[in-house]
Nanobody, 126 residues
């Protein structure tokens, strides 16, 4: 069983930068594809970014492409989300997610995720 703990969420102003972290424990971290999802108030959870176990495949939603960067450190068992040029519409609860190795499901869908963190809140407001 994998445990995921997010950190780094806070209230910032438009245009600011912020880095989220997700520490994983309880499994072989390098074998999991990792992803970030987010859920804004009264909206469905949506995919933000994903990264394969060896970082050779990286994905972004159109909403964050060019502004956000995902990375991982398989020694520290941590995945990061660097967020630049933040906008009010980036306000959401950000979830870290892990997908088992060999999954046949897409990483960018809820049903493709095997483990979820509890989320960290990012608020972008002037």
């Amino acid at each position: 069983q994998v445990q995921l703990v997010e950190s780094g969420g806070e209230s910032v102003q438009p245009g600011d930068s912020l880095t989220l972290s997700c520490a994983a424990s309880g499994g072989t971290f390098s074998s999991y594809s990792m992803a970030w999802f987010r859920q804004a108030a009264e909206k469905e959870r949506e995919f933000v970014s994903g990264i394969s176990g060896d970082s050779d495949k990286i994905f972004y939603s159109d909403a964050v492409k060019g502004r956000f960067t995902i990375s991982r450190d398989n020694v520290k068992n941590t995945v990061y989300l660097q967020m630049n040029s933040l906008k009010p519409e980036d306000t959401a609860l950000y979830y870290c997610a892990a997908q088992d190795s060999g999954s046949i499901y897409p990483l960018n869908r809820d049903y493709g995720i095997n483990y979820w963190g509890k989320g960290t809140l990012v608020t972008v407001s002037s």
